[in-house]
């Protein structure tokens, strides 16, 4: 239930991220929501969660792109796994520390991605593609995440509540 | 064997998947995969309704928050227009002797494209490559190879289709190169993309030693790559520097399509076929 719910909210956001963004886009860059969703789940259920999530929300993503399929898979479960692994060691009462997970994530996440794509022969210019692609596409996701890291998380702890719920259930029955 | 090492061992299978699948997916590819076919068709009616609204809300932004300046806007456009009208007839002037002039010369005329529009339902994922999804596809009759454009010039060209979608490699992805010419001097030239997010620029190699490249030079497609006709705009000229050794001269081309707010273009529908019929055909 808990899976098939988060991998429906990953679609949409999805959906949303490729086609509703665009006016929102400064210097071109929009938000990886998928990535902010990943982020928050890796926060609340722990780095393998996070590293899996970001895994499969990577390969939709690499789908739909089209190119160098896999490519974001593994960034993106590199920067699930951060995320769940900063989480479990710091204080996640913090608001400010989803923002700096998903920041510190989206840094790790795109410099895995750019390495990965200049050993596989894309000539992706170091500097140039730190400053116009990597760093603003940080900034945006933590912002991003300062917006919506609320509604996710109540989203998740309703899950879990319906979750625990049924586990209670079966226990009874 | 234990659970750890099995794990490992998934992991490390897992990740030469992975890297198989990256190279052989690491060059724009005309062929579909059957899951990429079934996510893509299965998106586009969802992508279609979003960007609708998307492109709703865009345009009543910026007429809001252009209301101000109308006006002014509108007695400056009025005076284009009658300086237009004068263009036009001189144009049209042009026109018939350009007509005269070919006749003389034996040479037919341009044949006209078909063109079909398309609306762009969705962008890249991720911001590494510049490519849009149109709601046009296949049973359209679009096919990998063509060329895409809007009223300001070059977007791009097809890059793989499905039944109702097609994706479109824009001008400015990393992998895209055209090839041109400095309109006036006939100078050939490659442009490539540069994969700067905004989509504001373009990198322009010249093709003949000795090239005269300059700042504000307009750059037009050459028709010598067979997927985009001759004599489309592509942008203008913004920056010329030599290699550190003096032996090649590049240049930053500023394109004229708007690629971050790009919402209908048109794709044509045939290869540009351009004959000259000339003493050797008859």
Redesign the interface.
């Given at each position: 239930m808990r899976a098939a719910a988060v991998g429906l909210l990953l679609v949409l956001v999805l959906v949303a991220q490729t086609s509703l963004l665009a006016p929102f886009a400064i210097w071109g860059v929009r938000p990886n929501l998928t990535l902010v969703v990943v982020y928050a789940a890796g926060l609340r259920y722990g780095m393998s969660f996070g590293a899996l999530l970001g895994l499969l929300a990577g390969l939709i993503l690499d789908v739909v792109a089209g190119r160098m399929v896999g490519l974001s898979g593994v960034s993106s479960a590199v920067a699930g796994f951060a995320a769940g692994w900063i989480g479990e060691r710091l204080f996640r009462g913090n608001p400010l520390i989803p923002v700096a997970v998903a920041f510190a994530s989206s840094m790790l996440g795109g410099a895995t991605y750019l390495l990965a794509a200049r050993a596989f022969g894309m000539g992706f210019p170091i500097i140039d593609s730190v400053s116009r692609t990597i760093l603003p596409g940080a900034w945006y996701d933590a912002l991003a995440m300062a917006v919506l890291y609320p509604l996710i998380t109540r989203l998740f702890r309703h899950l879990d509540v319906r979750v625990e719920g049924r586990s209670a259930k079966g226990v009874e029955g | 064997m234990d659970l750890g090492k099995w794990q490992a061992l998934a992991v490390g299978v897992l990740?030469l998947?992975?890297?198989g699948?990256?190279?052989?997916?690491?060059d724009?590819?005309a062929v579909?995969s059957v899951?990429?076919k079934v996510?893509?068709e299965t998106?586009a009616p969802?992508?279609?309704a979003?960007?609708t609204?998307?492109h709703w809300?865009?345009e009543t932004?910026r007429d809001v928050s252009s209301f101000g300046t109308l006006r002014s806007e509108n007695r400056s456009l009025r005076q284009q227009v009658a300086v237009l009208q004068s263009e036009v007839r001189a144009l049209q002037s042009l026109e018939r002797e350009n007509v005269r002039l070919r006749q003389l010369l034996d040479l037919q005329p341009r044949l006209a494209q078909q063109s079909i529009a398309a609306q762009v339902?969705?962008?890249?994922?991720?911001?590494?490559?510049a490519?849009v999804?149109i709601n046009r596809g296949r049973i359209h009759g679009l096919e990998p190879g063509f060329a895409v454009v809007n009223a300001q010039g070059v977007v791009g060209h097809i890059?793989?289709v499905t039944g109702r979608t097609a994706?479109v490699l824009l001008l400015v992805d990393?992998q895209s190169a055209v090839s041109g010419f400095v309109e006036g001097s006939d100078q050939p030239v490659l442009i490539e993309g540069?994969?700067?997010?905004?989509?504001?620029e373009a990198f322009v190699r010249p093709l003949v030693r000795g090239a005269n490249l300059e700042p504000g030079d307009h750059i037009v497609t050459s028709g010598l790559s067979r997927i985009f006709p001759p004599g489309l705009p592509v942008g203008e000229i913004v920056e010329v520097w030599d290699d550190g050794y003096g032996l090649e001269r590049r240049a930053r081309l500023r394109p004229y399509v708007d690629?971050?707010?790009l919402d209908w273009v048109s794709v044509l529908l045939e290869p540009p076929i351009i004959e000259e019929t000339g003493e050797d055909d008859q």
């Open positions: - | 990740f998947v992975l890297a699948l990256i190279f052989v997916t690491s724009p590819r579909v899951p990429e996510v893509r998106l969802v992508q279609t979003f960007s609204v998307s809300a865009q932004l339902i969705a962008r890249t994922p991720n911001q590494w490559f490519t999804t890059e793989s994706q990393p540069s994969g700067d997010p905004a989509g504001n690629f971050v707010h």
